[in-house]
DNA sequence: ACAAAAGTGTTTGCGTTACACCCATGG
DNA sequence: CCATGGGTGTAACGCAAACACTTTTGT
């Protein structure tokens, strides 16, 4: 499932040190990005989380606001460094601002042990994190390492484990505000490829709503709202009736 | 509509110096808080707004974040200093962040002219502002100014006239939220007194959602809910039937 | 008696649910 | 021909809109 292979400790100690040199006189001090990056491949909803090194909790990737940057534009670029893409659906969904957050000592010793690094450095002050969620496609991200970041992994959103920080409660919240915004906004297309099966559309649902839908009123329900176009059928060799793929027609995106 | 007399610009002058030779060490850097006060009264729905001096225009009351303070915590110790209630419905609902900010020159230029503050001070860097929405009884409300602020208004929030910064961008959203939460939490009921009218709720319901409802079918709708505790008949006088008076049923609140 | 506002009843339409039924495909 | 999954039909239910109607009050 790892996504990269570990970066020497030595790289690592590289970048940390260059990102601090750097910080200071680029970045806003205080405030971060967290994304909860979300995919949909074989059924399975996923978010993308980050390691660093060999510690033993995962955390969500993010980044930090330059000096004359528009936090969205920094949101955008934090996410397109780390996967490559453009044009991605990104919605900011929450501040997160505790005084003590958790196990974050721990990060600071292993950056300790990494890097020399003085007390009270940059990465040490507090930060208020600004919370943004975004929706890609996996098969077309090409992870790429940030300064903290030794290992990625897509996790199946009902796997995932203890994070650093409170990045659980953030995820929730996130896949909260996803359902909503799947019924009001019909964001799902951005999780599924151009066409696609109607059962395929339901598997994402039933992740995101995490329960069980009916199949013969959620067929009829999506295409009561006329944002479907039907395809040829896909024959994929099963002993069963070929399902129509679907298009999403742009023209009726609401976004 | 004021609802305090200006203050001198002495005064003002001593508040600000106080405030700028603390600021520092006492609150988080580049991040401050804004808050919506939504109040209803004589069936409108209002907005507090505060002015510093003469100036043009008019802003959203906020705050900032002491350095060992949750973020939370600040936002509502911020509204209990402003209104000198305690226990207010509050709730967090957006992050504002663009670098430039409509009309921030003009702020800084009052600000030198009533003390005498050297270029880049605390009160000049870039601010991401975490917005919260509040929920108060207007006649319960006493507000206290704060270091920048010589004059309150409560402002009926059709009439909300163009503000500082993106202030009326943030109100729409608050507005927006609230009308969310009105349907799904309730919370309209922190904006009316103990005992109310059908009547008076709906009007409420009608200066959030912006729109007419059907007096009949409201009322239907929000005995249907079951929170509500029809007391005796409000005689006021009026040439027609007395309404009943409703009390909200604290115990079945989802808030 | 009348106007004005409050409260109730009734019809209609629409969306959701549940479930029966038919269709296509490959083994 | 059967198992499997895809697609359609339909009745029941519930909610919300529209509107007619009754009730209460002070002038």
Redesign the pocket.
């Known amino acids: 499932m790892s996504l990269m292979k570990n970066l020497s400790d030595k790289e690592l100690e590289r970048g940390i040190k260059d990102f601090l040199e750097a910080a200071p006189k680029t970045y806003l001090p205080g405030v971060s990005i967290d994304t909860v990056i979300f995919s949909f491949h074989n059924n399975k909803l996923k978010v993308l989380l980050l390691r660093l090194g060999d510690m033993p909790y995962f955390s969500l990737p993010g980044g930090f606001i330059k000096k004359e940057e528009n936090l969205d534009d920094a949101a955008l670029r934090t996410l397109q460094e780390r996967t490559g893409l453009e044009n991605i659906y990104l919605e900011q969904f929450y501040t997160s601002g505790n005084a003590i957050r958790f196990n974050e000592n721990i990060v600071h010793e292993k950056l300790k042990t990494l890097v020399n690094l003085p007390d009270n450095n940059w990465l040490q002050q507090r930060f208020i994190s600004v919370c943004y969620y975004a929706l890609v496609d996996e098969t077309k991200v090409n992870p790429q390492p940030g300064p903290f970041t030794s290992e990625f992994q897509w996790v199946d959103i009902k796997k995932v484990p203890t994070l650093l920080y409170d990045h659980n409660l953030i995820i929730q919240k996130a896949l909260n505000r996803l359902a909503a915004d799947l019924d009001q906004k019909l964001v799902g297309f951005n999780l599924m490829n151009e066409t696609f099966?109607?059962?395929e559309l339901q598997k994402l649902y039933e992740a995101v709503y995490q329960k069980k839908l009916?199949?013969?009123?959620f067929?009829?329900?999506m295409?009561?709202l006329n944002v479907l176009e039907r395809l040829e059928?896909q024959?994929n060799?099963?002993?069963?009736?070929?399902?129509?793929l679907y298009r999403f027609m742009e023209a009726k995106c609401k976004c």
């Open positions: 099966t109607m059962g009916v199949r013969t009123n067929q009829r329900k295409l009561s059928k024959y060799g099963k002993a069963h009736k070929a399902p129509y």
